[in-house]
């Protein structure tokens, strides 16, 4: 691993420049509706083990259909995830940042199924390792959310040379499906996610 | 969607779900071709065989496959035994039998009912015999389908070829061709149901068909429509339009007429599905008689002959519901409507019918987009259209298959009813009747 590191010398951020619900970091979040707004004031942890005991839990026949997982909570699922060949999260290395991830609410009041958009940015354009990412991306979040969300890892647009076929594999069910029954690539993948939690 | 007039519309209501179920994600549902048993293909690495009668498990084949079971397939046609193919992510097909003698239909179904005690004892015999193992490919198995007549099995895979085995004798399987064509996974293979003909679909996006010419199998024809991963082909079933809403002929004029006879010259059409979200129909051109073989020139042919080659264009795109990819379509041979089910969770059931008369060019916008660019003038004489809509069918999962399949259990309500089987991420396989729920007015 160490001998071809695609990119040898990546940009890394300091840990206290992540995003994270305690700071005040309002100014990050996007202007879309306020409820960016109120985040600070719900006390984290026992909001995010609620979500995951009760999987089903009532839609929310008020209007602006609100999830009870955010944008931030989903950053910190994924940005603790362990680069393949550095031994940086990927949160340090800016290949997933909290502006690029996007939860789209259920498309009809009688529907629970909301849509997790990740857009993951490889360190280099042609990093062979964009895959490994994304698929370590899609697992860790299949995991730890609950079944009502469907996951999409993208490659955002214009920082991979292959970015058309990475997305192509990563949005593939029965690839990822696969890919999970291949021993060797599970060991990869262990190994990311060992730093989570 | 706003149903016409006239449209009479359905309702999906839940009947059964087998059980008990899987806990983990289960691939696809067969239906027996003859018996009222389906066979579940689990990501358990087994294979189970639930009754359509009383909806609970008979059998659990195990112990054969090293990864996923993602596809199961019963030859059609055995007299005396049940012969079922497995499909697996270990790269192998599995053939598996059961003798059925002395189970015919009605001993089977009724012993089921009947005498519940002595069920779970099954001796070794009456389990289902691994006879087989056919290994070839390269890497993951992700369909295969038995010939409707049982001569041929078709298995394709991950590493872009398509095989096709031919049974000579029980458990002696020849390769009769490696078919590669495709540029990426091939996620489904299926039969017409009169012709040896073949129809491969793949992650490249394409549908490609092939059949035998002079001892080879070749592609025939190759279909470029869908804009990303085709999920799923099935053929519709042989002679339609005897039975599907074309059979009422009284008071047609002669221009449906002509449209009907221009079918049956065509053919079974076939039904594609995707990630690009839609669901198409497909429909071959009908061979011109020997005045158009101009290839008939006397050149000795080293190159295969071009008459083989058929051509299949698209006859229509299905109103589309679907909010994610499409994973399963399935064509009922009993009433010709259409069910799909996939990523979003929900059971779409679509039905065709004659267009309503409309003074030429007033209602050109929905069908034909693409491919339809030549819209000629003529429009199609028939239209698809909604009639049932089921969201969150299997709560919040996504659904890999769904499928027709004959009504069984005792709440059957008239001979050739069918139940919709479909199976979900969850692990469960369930069972819903299709009921008309009245005419809407508009």
Redesign the interface.
Known sequence: MDIDKDNANPTILNPSDLPSRRRESTGRRRDDGGTGLFNDLIPRYNYLSDAFDD??SPTDSDDDAREDIDEQEIYDLISTICDPEHPLSLGSLSVVNLPDIHILPP??P????STVVVEITPTITHCSLATVIGLGVRVRLEQAL???F?VDVRIKKGTHSTDAQVN?QL?????V??AL?NGTLMGVLRKMLATCE | MSAPPDSPTYTLSPLATLTPPSNSRTWQSAPHPSLPIVATACSDRSVRVYSLTSFTLLHSITGGHKRSVRSVSWKPGTQGQSVLATGSFDSSAGIWRRDERGTLEDDFTNRRIGSAEDDDQDDEADDYQFSCILDGHESEIKSLSWSPSGQYLATCSRDKSVWIWEELEDDNFETVAVLQEHDGDVKCVAWHPEEDLLVSTSYDDTVRLYREDADDWVQVSMIDGHDKTVWWAEFEGSDMSKRDFRAQRVGLDGEKLRDIEALERSGPRLATCSDDCTVRVWRRKPKERDENASSNTGIPSIIRSVAIDEDWYQEAILPQQHERAIYSVSWSHITGMIVSAGSDGKIIVYKERWRAQTPKGANGVEMHDDQGATIEDTQPLTEWVVVAELISAHDVFEINHVSWAKRADKGKRWDDEEVIVSTGDEGEARVWTLDETGVSQA
Do not use: C, H, N, W
């Open positions: 999987p089903v498309t009809s009688l529907s629970s199924i609950p079944p009502r469907r192509k949005g593939d069910k029965e690839r499906a696969a029954e």
